[in-house]
T-cell receptor
Framework: DADVTQTPRNRITKTGKRIMLECSQT?????MYWYRQDPGLGLQLIYY???????NKGEISDGYSVSRQAQAKFSLSLESAIPNQTALYFC???????????FGPGTRLTVL | AQSVTQPDIHITVSEGASLELRCNYS??????LFWYVQSPGQGLQLLLK??????LVQGIKGFEAEFKRSQSSFNLRKPSVHWSDAAEYFC???????????FGTGTRLTVIP
């Protein structure tokens, strides 16, 4: 969905490096999410935010941090990347008065 | 705890054949139900959703899904598959008061000529 963008789309990094993945949306939604996708495991929730001042941990937040710089921007950071964080990362937004989530195109991260 | 099961990891169908992808959920009340499609190298696109009302819902690209409360299922169907339907399909469940969607592990669809 072009209304939710993620940068970069692909990233290869080394163990121990700090990495930031960025997400921007033009949908005007307050709620934003970061998911991780691993083969055979579906999507797992890392962090979510209901507004700029409200950030919450998801199922698998260890090793990750987030920043909600504005309503439209939600960044995911790996402070010290490790190989088992190699995955496809998705940002999503959710309707303010509904339950439908809209996903960005994903960022493929490889940690060597 | 709530869970979503997609029992078929991989399905292969011939172009023009009918398709049914299975999804079962475990939850005490009626959840919100979604089907998403992920084409190679792409993000997740919403195909259709069920919140309430008519249990047969129509989506984009000719897909439909039927909610069956007695079977805790929300199977996705298409009467005639096109080669462009080859993708991975995810069933997801939303629960009132919860903060996120719960996803199944996905079903990969291969379409052969």
């Amino acid at each position: 969905d072009a209304d939710v963008t993620q940068t970069p789309r692909n990233r290869i990094t080394k163990t121990g490096k700090r990495i930031m993945l960025e997400c921007s949306q033009t949908k005007g939604h307050d709620r934003m999410y970061w998911y991780r996708q691993d083969p055979g495991l579906g999507l797992q929730l890392i962090y979510y935010s209901f507004d700029v001042k409200d950030i919450n941990k998801g199922e698998i937040s260890d090793g990750y941090s987030v920043s909600r710089q504005a309503q439209a921007k939600f960044s995911l950071s790996l402070e010290s990347a490790i190989p088992n964080q190699t995955a496809l990362y998705f940002c999503a937004t959710r309707e303010n008065s509904g339950d439908t989530q809209y996903f960005g195109p994903g960022t493929r991260l490889t940690v060597l | 705890a709530q869970s979503v099961t997609q029992p078929d990891i991989h399905i292969t169908v011939s172009e023009g054949a009918s398709l049914e992808l299975r999804c079962n959920y475990s939850y005490g009340a009626t959840p919100y139900l979604f089907w998403y499609v992920q084409s190679p190298g792409q993000g997740l696109q919403l195909l259709l959703k069920y919140f309430s009302g008519d249990t047969l819902v129509q989506g984009i690209k000719g897909f439909e899904a039927e909610f069956k409360r007695s079977q805790s299922s929300f199977n996705l169907r298409k009467p005639s598959v096109h080669w462009s339907d080859a993708a991975e399909y995810f069933c997801a469940v939303g629960i009132t008061g919860a903060n996120n969607l719960f996803f199944g592990t996905g079903t990969r669809l291969t379409v052969i000529p």
